[in-house]
């Protein structure tokens, strides 16, 4: 069974910086692209960035400039480097990937259980 476990969500303040990272687990899987989305308290869950196993990237106009994802294919693991963080980026943080079961078709995707992301002074 394949498990996606983030980690690095917090409080900070507007302007600082967070780094959160999602590790998949499990055995006979291979991943395809992987993402951060985010929902905020009343709206829907948004894309914030997505990466892809060859390394293209694609973010949110809400993010450019300010954040970062990165993986580490050897450790099935994804990365978001957010900076310059604004108090409309608060949030439940959610990590996404699409995962291949070794003799299976398809790679449907797997979520993380959310981390919590808040800015505020």
């Known amino acids: 069974q394949v498990q996606l476990v983030e980690s690095g969500g917090g409080l900070v303040q507007p302007g600082g910086s967070l780094r959160l990272s999602c590790a998949a687990s499990g055995s006979g899987f291979s991943i395809w692209a992987m993402g951060w989305y985010r929902q905020a308290p009343g709206k829907q869950r948004e894309l914030v960035a997505v990466?892809?196993?060859?390394?293209?990237?694609n973010y949110a106009d809400s993010v450019k400039g300010r954040f970062t994802i990165s993986r580490d294919n050897a450790k099935n693991t994804v990365y978001l480097q957010m900076k310059s963080l604004k108090p409309e980026d608060t949030a439940i943080y959610y990590c996404n990937a699409e995962v291949q079961i070794w003799g299976r078709e398809g790679a449907p995707d797997y979520w993380g259980q959310g981390t919590q992301v808040t800015v505020s002074s």
């Open positions: 990466i892809t196993s060859g390394g293209s990237r």
